[in-house]
């Protein structure tokens, strides 16, 4: 990378674009703010940015981009920093652009099911604005409340709905991006359908900011489900959970929610948020199952039908939460995994992703690895879609085990994954921290090509560089 | 294009390939045969390939373009030749490759829910494999009793059910491509959610032959819905039948085919067929709305908000289809539109789309437009995706009028398409026919990432040149 270092002349040049107080230095008066910038979720990294702009809108991020593609300034998207694998971090110092103030729904177009949102909207927010109006926008990533659609966008993120209603990716009509060369563009049209010219749609999504900012969004909305059930189902048996999956999908039903969580995931989360939670001995894991729909009688239907599916395995008693309150707490728990793990201890997330049905190899996989090298994991996640969050705990291991050690085990974890017809990341994108072992995924043709189409949207390398491959 | 010329060495090279009786010539012993490969469903356009191959599997193929690639020789990949683009044409002559061998269904997978399969397989063939198992794969173009998957993999083909169930390109995880310079990858893995770099397979669907051809697939499957219900609604105002369907959708239902046909559609078809409809006088449009499922019971309930909706508009008497052969009936009359004009009289076809609300207005304006210049469309198509298809009829149209004359009009219309929210395809592609006006469509950035991808996948241009930009 030739980047130059950052003038006080495009500092200042900055500060006309976006006003003073929307530009953050390390000697500002918003310094402890400006550190926030320089972390995400991932385990207990930190990179500082020259500076941090706050955008109001695409023009201004178009101008501030255009200045750094001709001085040769790294620039670093980011949305609400909540992401998992590195890629919001400004590795190569320079101007992180948030955009937490392009925060506005535009539209929410009720005859055409559709709205136009900026990146910067909490994508539980965007959920609820749709819901008022009886509308449906499914992705929810166990962050929701904090996370943007901007940052959804970037690694097409899923969340529990995703094994019936698909990942971000999915609802993504069209997009207004501004190019590493500053350029604004819309990426298609409003359309359900497009065949016209190549899917920059799809290729902006998941290209986790390394191709263009997204600016607007015009996602596509379906009615709301009106109704739901939902079950947690023990297991005395853990490979038995990731069997049971595949067998209610093979038995026609496709829930809206399909999780697992072995007996630590959700012991950890439900002491974390203080729910009481009976867990018998014998039990290994858990599986949450919800089913949606528009109609009640129906939902029980199939719910008989879930049950007779589950009487082939060894379970215990089933929970069938009925009312708001207990779905809510079951949900909480579930969501909460993530955040109790980190609570207890400093980890690395995995996010391996298989074909549904190899879910039990996989599992057993890692827990032979784990004991092999001596680490500690708790597993959990979207059974449904086989993505299996393998969080590995920190717990005793000294820097060497952690920063080095782990590198074998956690390659041999994704080279079972692509043996299995899968792959190393199926929501969490590869961003830093998972750079390292794309190439277990994919060969180096294909990385030519990425490298390639990288080098067409951004001839100076500028746009979240070092990030991916 | 600076192609070389095929040369006998390089003919018997592809003998020693694919076998003598796999290379046709328009000298050969199935002269016939080969010229058909020279035109598609497209008007009446004909180019004659130097070449046709028939190649059995992915590793001939690779072989054929490693040779094309460092000889300049342009490749013109084709599937069933039913396209309305010209998307298969080989307008410089060449190598055609005809997919036509590699017809092979190669694991339905139960446990997953997934298929892997060749890119010959006839899109109803495949249907029927998987229906048998109990399996679901929704994209049914009108042609799908000809079409191959591959073709349908090209344009990213829709077909009635994609009001609900999305288009080719929402059931694709997997493709094994032979890039245009002989290399075979596999663009992902088999997984539903996969957040591992750069989406080469969403870049690759729609991309009409020109970054890869297509050798095997792994598509995801969903579990069969066992009831439907299919209603046929007769509208005495055609605009009326235009709103109702953004009206059905607000009312929150999701029919699994919502398709408009004005009464020439219907009536030329049901006369092709000879299937007799009454069509009383006032009718001057119609829907066919079905609705499907697992529970009957459940799908009576929906059919019955649809009438109250439809109670909102001036509708003749509905007809609910009530026995397998009066569906069949009434969906072979929608599918044979294409053909039934086809039969009358040489015709375009515009695919034109817009976001489902602005049916009626683009509707309107392709009225307006041809009455201005005098010409005849016959218009139908997928209107719960806002997808029209318009037909302009040769009729008594001169050669200048048909092939300079139109060139106006159709622009105003696509034009008209754009200014709404839509664009110039939805599921047929841009091909040769609707190349000159793609600029309507996208600008010159976005033109202009697209050649650079081009060029990144296929640095000679062999691959279909002459296509969409």
New interface residues.
């Given amino acids: 990378m030739n980047f130059q270092p950052l003038t006080p002349e495009l500092v200042s040049a900055f500060e006309q674009i976006v006003g003073h107080q929307h530009v953050l230095t390390a000697h500002g008066v918003e310094a402890e703010i400006y550190a926030d910038y320089g972390r995400d979720h991932t385990e207990d990294l930190h990179f500082a940015p020259d500076v941090v702009l706050r955008p109001a809108n695409a023009e201004e991020i178009s101008q501030i981009v255009r200045l750094c593609y001709e001085h040769h300034i790294p620039v670093t998207p980011r949305g609400a920093g909540t992401g998992l694998s590195g890629g919001a971090l400004p590795i190569h110092n320079g101007v992180v652009i948030s955009t937490e103030r392009l925060n506005k729904i535009i539209e929410i177009?009720?005859?055409?099911?559709?709205a136009t949102v900026e990146p910067g909207v909490i994508n539980q927010v965007f959920q609820e604005a749709v819901q008022a109006k009886?509308l449906f926008y499914p992705p929810d990533p166990a962050s929701k409340g904090s996370c943007t659609l901007g940052g959804n966008l970037a690694?097409?993120s899923?969340g529990p709905k995703?094994?019936k209603y698909?990942?971000t990716?999915?609802y993504v009509l069209n997009l207004q991006v501004v190019?590493p060369t500053g350029?604004l563009?819309w990426?298609?049209?409003?359309?359900?359908?497009?065949?016209?010219?190549?899917?920059?749609t799809?290729?902006m999504?998941?290209?986790e900011g390394t191709?263009g900012i997204i600016t607007k969004v015009v996602f596509r909305l379906?009615?709301?489900p009106q109704q739901n059930i939902l079950m947690l189902v023990p297991f005395r048996q853990i490979e038995q959970a990731a069997e049971a999956v595949?067998a209610v999908?093979?038995a026609?039903?496709?829930p809206s929610g399909m999780e697992f969580m072995e007996r630590e995931a959700i012991a950890w989360s439900s002491d974390y948020l203080q729910i009481p939670l009976t867990l018998p001995e014998d039990i290994h894991a858990h599986l949450l199952i919800e089913l949606d729909g528009?109609?009640l009688d129906?939902l029980y239907?199939e719910a008989e039908q879930v049950y007779d599916v589950l009487g082939h395995y060894d379970v215990g008693e089933v929970l069938l939460a009925d009312n708001a309150t207990q779905k809510d707490e079951l949900w909480r728990i579930r969501r909460n995994i993530g955040n109790s793990v980190r609570y207890n201890s400093v980890y690395k997330e995995e996010?391996t992703?298989?074909?549904?049905?190899?879910l039990p190899i996989l599992l057993k996989g890692v827990k032979e690895i784990g004991a092999r090298y001596g680490f500690k994991s708790v597993c959990y996640g979207?059974a449904g879609?086989?993505?299996l969050h393998v969080n590995i705990i920190r717990g005793d291991l000294n820097d060497e085990q952690w920063n080095v050690g782990l590198r074998q085990p956690i390659s041999e974890i994704f080279e079972l994954c692509?043996k299995l017809?899968?792959?190393?990341?199926?929501?969490?994108?590869?961003g830093l921290v998972q750079k390292g072992y794309?190439g277990i995924?994919?060969?180096e043709?294909?990385?030519d090509?990425?490298r390639?189409?990288k080098?067409?949207?951004d001839p100076a390398g500028i746009l979240n560089p070092g990030k991916?491959?």
Avoid: W
């Fill in positions: 177009d009720e005859r055409n099911l559709q009886g690694h097409s899923g995703a094994v698909g990942t990716r999915d190019l350029d563009i990426t298609a049209a409003n359309t359900l359908k497009n065949s016209t010219g190549y899917n920059l799809q290729l999504v998941g290209s191709l379906l009615p709301y595949s999908f093979r026609g039903i496709i528009q109609d129906e239907k996010d992703v298989v074909p549904r049905a190899e979207h879609d086989g993505n692509v017809g899968g792959t190393i990341s199926g929501e969490h994108g590869i794309i995924a994919l060969p043709v294909n990385l090509l990425m390639g189409i080098r067409v949207f991916i491959f």
